[in-house]
């Protein structure tokens, strides 16, 4: 065979330029740069979680630990001793378990209805809904105040019809709070809800009862399964906020219902206990981090929140 048919060896890494090594180097550079360039972009919003969340954590729990004696955890042996936080705490859990269930019980209709109604009516639901957010929560409280106050409007109402005999205690007690925080915070279980509902098929409905499925049937099978992400999601929302909830309980609780926020407010304002109040409020916000991460032990928030 002749050398005109013999294979020509294969060209090295110099007859090809640069060699695999400089390309990795080539590489890397190009990753760093890019990792640079995000960094720069994301510092201005990095910078703010730094000045407006760290930062302020870090100067309670330097607060919590701060006594006249020095550095001590007496403030965090308080909260576990005293008969008072306990109480306190207990109150708060219970109030926000009940708003958040009747929350529930109340939303879940007007977002449904909200939902499967068209055009003009289903604007109309979403306008009242939306709407007390236009008001600020000081009015609305007042409002409430002026409502169930023992002449007020409920009241005179329920003696008119023969209803009562003598005026309902609806103020200046749990009742009163319960009231008022459920008004403040029912838009924030409709809206999720609302989210969720709006995204189900028709059609999925439609075909359960062309298999002869019953209404009622096909909503506890069908309907309510499908909308268990918008009930978390409005649970959650409305039960931290009503934890570190503060005007509504003050005005319509009167100094007798006494919330973990109103506790920290008296801590600074009447004892100037900086330290007690830090403590309590990292307690809370140790509770909530809790809360999160039993949810997510179960069901993932990324799911709750509607990521894929």
């Not at 008022?180 to 009862?209: C, N, R, W």
């Not at 981090?289 to 709750?304: D, H, K, V, Y």
């Amino acid at each position: 065979m002749s050398n005109a048919y013999l294979a020509k060896p294969f060209p090295s890494s110099s007859d090809q330029g640069q060699s695999p090594l400089s390309n990795a180097h080539a590489l890397a550079r190009e990753t760093r740069r890019e990792h640079a360039s995000m960094l720069l972009l994301l510092a201005p919003a990095l910078i703010m979680v730094v000045v407006l969340l760290i930062l302020p954590l870090c100067w309670l729990a330097f607060q919590s630990v701060q006594t006249e004696e020095g550095f001590s955890l007496a403030n965090y042996a308080r909260i576990f001793q005293e008969a008072i936080y306990w109480d306190t705490f207990v109150l708060t859990f219970k109030i926000s378990f009940l708003v958040t269930v009747l929350s529930i019980i109340m939303g879940f209709p007007i977002a449904y209805a909200a939902s499967r109604l068209h055009g003009f009516w289903a604007n109309l639901v979403l306008i009242c809904v939306i709407l007390p957010f236009w008001t600020s929560v000081l009015v609305r409280s007042y409002a409430w105040l002026v409502l169930l106050q023992r002449r007020g409007l409920v009241n005179q109402t329920l003696l008119d019809l023969g209803i009562i005999d003598q005026p309902l205690n609806l103020m200046h007690n749990t009742t009163g709070t319960v009231i008022g925080t459920l008004h403040v915070m029912l838009p924030f279980m409709v809206l999720p809800l609302y989210s969720v509902m709006k995204k189900i098929p028709q059609d999925l409905l439609q075909a359960s009862e062309s298999l002869g499925a019953k209404p009622f049937y096909t909503f506890r099978r069908v309907f309510l399964p499908m909308t268990a992400p918008g009930i978390m999601a409005g649970s959650i929302l409305v039960f931290v906020i009503c934890l570190g909830f503060f005007i509504t309980p003050e005005l319509l609780g009167g100094g007798r219902t006494i919330l973990v926020s109103m506790l920290v407010q008296r801590n600074v304002e009447l004892y100037h206990a900086w330290g007690a109040a830090s403590a309590v409020g990292l307690i809370l916000l140790l509770v909530v981090f809790l809360i999160f991460w039993g949810i997510n032990r179960f069901i993932p928030i990324e799911r709750i929140l509607g990521a894929r």
